[in-house]
């Protein structure tokens, strides 16, 4: 899985590629500055088995609509995300302190665990620590009425985050928080690149 975060004298950015991007992309591996702060070899994507996940995402609210049908509507994004025809959430764009990039890649917080929920197998791909994607507080969407694809979100007051209005009169709806991918499409989101992990740190200068 690809994710990359850009830093300097802007909040970092950064992207979350959930398919193989469309462009092959080459990184120079001196551009890239994780190995700094991280041994490469210790860089990995751990895959765990029959996890009996259901108990916390049964904890959690399922929302009525869609992902894409509630957006601008009960939420918002921080940026713009990429979307197949279908509906199904390709690519995340997101605030990513490069601190904050480091801590998550040292403690091993993006994972993939093969669960059952629902009768239905799924791989769980997880964005943040479990503590936090496991909020019953957290909310579930499916993608699309397939319900073969799902993301765990948390909803945020935007204010919070540092998102201020001019005009009073602006609606003010909370922040969707990408927390994780619940999949059952290893076509779409196949699990072999899902669990190469392609970590880049670049500072613009």
């Not at 210790?42 to 995402?57: E, G, H, K, N, R």
């Not at 480091?102 to 993006?110: D, E, P, Q, R, S």
């Not at 945020?156 to 499409?185: C, N, T, W």
Request: with cysteine; aromatic share 12%.
């Amino acid at each position: 899985m690809r994710i990359t975060c850009f830093y300097g004298s802007s909040p970092g950015m950064g992207y979350i590629y959930l398919n193989p991007p469309a462009v092959e992309q080459t990184v120079l591996e001196s551009e890239n500055e994780l190995s700094k702060h991280i041994i490469p070899d210790q860089i990995s994507i751990q895959y765990i088995t029959d996890t009996p996940l259901a108990p916390f995402l049964d904890n959690m609210t399922v929302a009525t609509n869609n992902f894409n049908a509630d957006y601008e509507k009960n939420y918002d994004t921080e940026y713009g995300n990429d979307m197949d025809e279908q509906g199904y959430i390709i690519g995340i764009e997101l605030t990513l302190d490069h601190e904050q990039f480091i801590t998550l890649v040292k403690n091993h917080a993006f994972r993939i665990i093969q669960t059952e929920w629902r009768n239905k197998e799924f791989h769980l791909i997880t964005f943040d620590h479990l503590v936090d994607v496991f909020k019953p507080e957290n909310t579930i969407y499916r993608l699309t009425d397939e319900e073969d694809a799902f993301v765990i979100v948390q909803l945020v007051e935007p204010e919070k985050l540092g998102f201020h209005y001019s005009d009073e009169k602006d609606q003010k709806r909370p922040i969707a928080l990408f927390k994780a991918l619940i999949s059952a499409r290893d076509d779409i989101y196949p699990l072999e690149y899902l669990l190469k992990p392609e970590f880049i740190l670049i500072e613009n200068k």
